[in-house]
């Protein structure tokens, strides 16, 4: 991980928008732990966990979308995108990086 991307509002915004996608993926994952095999607890904490990054995610969309001068329609699919399974890792390839 390059210090750029830390230092940068985008560049955090890429990298909770890349865990971000990976907790949905794990939620996923855990739907199926809590529902065929009884076990709950994992699925709390990824779903908690995964809620979290998703209001991080949120705000940073927002604080990125005024700073780089988004349209409003990129920030909605930017949005949209977070709500999809591996829709931020499409995000990040297709608008994130083109800044």
Same mark, same amino acid.
């Given at each position: 991980?390059?210090?750029?991307?830390?230092?940068?509002?985008?560049?955090? =915004?890429?990298?909770?928008? =890349?865990?971000?996608? %990976?907790?949905?993926?794990?939620?996923? +994952?855990?739907?199926?732990?809590?529902?065929?095999?009884?076990?709950?607890?994992?699925?709390?904490? &990824?779903?908690?966990?995964?809620?979290?990054?998703?209001? &991080?995610?949120? %705000?940073?969309?927002?604080?990125?979308?005024?700073?780089?001068?988004?349209?409003?329609?990129?920030?909605?699919?930017? +949005?949209?995108?977070?709500? %999809?399974? !591996?829709?931020? =890792?499409?995000?990040?390839?297709?608008? !994130?990086?083109?800044?």
């Amino acid at each position: 991980m390059s210090l750029s991307l830390i230092s940068s509002s985008l560049g955090r =915004f890429r990298i909770i928008a =890349f865990v971000e996608g %990976i907790s949905y993926l794990l939620l996923g +994952f855990t739907m199926i732990l809590k529902y065929q095999y009884g076990m709950p607890k994992p699925n709390y904490i &990824v779903g908690m966990t995964h809620g979290g990054l998703f209001i &991080v995610y949120v %705000i940073l969309l927002l604080q990125v979308g005024v700073r780089y001068k988004w349209s409003i329609t990129k920030m909605f699919w930017a +949005f949209v995108a977070s709500l %999809i399974p !591996f829709g931020t =890792f499409y995000a990040d390839v297709k608008w !994130f990086r083109e800044v």
